[in-house]
C-alpha cells in the first residue's frame, strides 16, 4: 500500500494540476489520460500525499465502477471526476454513447472554482449514470474552451448523445443539481 500511494503521489508530483471568476471571451479530481499512468491520482490543496491516500481509499469504495474508454487510451469512470483536455475530452464524450455527461470548466485562479470543487465531486460519487469531466481552461486547451461557448468560470455543460443540451455559468450547485436531473430524466 505505501509503495502504491508513493507511486501516485510521485505521478501526482509529475502532472499536477491545481483545480479551478470570469473571463471574457478537500475532494479528489480524478485525472485519467495518456498522460497518466495507472494509479490514481487526485488533487488536494498542498498536500499530494493525502490526496493520493484519499482518493486510493475512494477507489476501493466504489462497488461497480462503470468506465467508458476510447481508442486514444482514455478513461472516463462514473463515481469519479475525470480530468480532460483538448485531446481527450471529444473521444471520451464519443465512446460515452447516450450516457450524461457534466464538464467543469475551470481556471486555477478561480476561487469559485476551489469552492465547488469538492460538491462536484460529491455529485460524481451521487450519480452513477453520469459522467463527469474537468477542463482546466489554460492556454492549451483554450481552443476546446472557446469551442464550447465558455465565457464564465466555472462554466458547466451537460451533454447528451455529443451535443451540449443544458449550461450552468457560475458555481451555482442547486442550477446544475437541477440541470443534471432535468437532462437526466429527459
Known sequence: M???LQSAT???TLSHRSVCCST???SPITYSSSSTTAAALSWAPNNKRNAAQHQLVGFVRRKKPFAVSSSLDTAATVGQVTEVDKDTFWPIVNAAGDKTIVL???TQWCGPCKIIAPKYQELSQ?????IFLKLDCNQENKPLAKELGMRVVPTF?????DKVVKEVR????D???AAIETVRTS
Open 24 to 26: 471574457t471571451s478537500s
Open 126 to 130: 451521487k450519480y452513477d449514470d453520469v
Open 170 to 173: 457560475g458555481a451555482k450547485f
Open 175 to 177: 442550477d446544475l443539481v
Open 10 to 12: 510521485a505521478t501526482a
Open 2 to 4: 505505501a509503495a502504491l
Open 104 to 106: 467543469d470548466m475551470y
Open 157 to 161: 455543460k451537460i451533454l447528451k448523445h
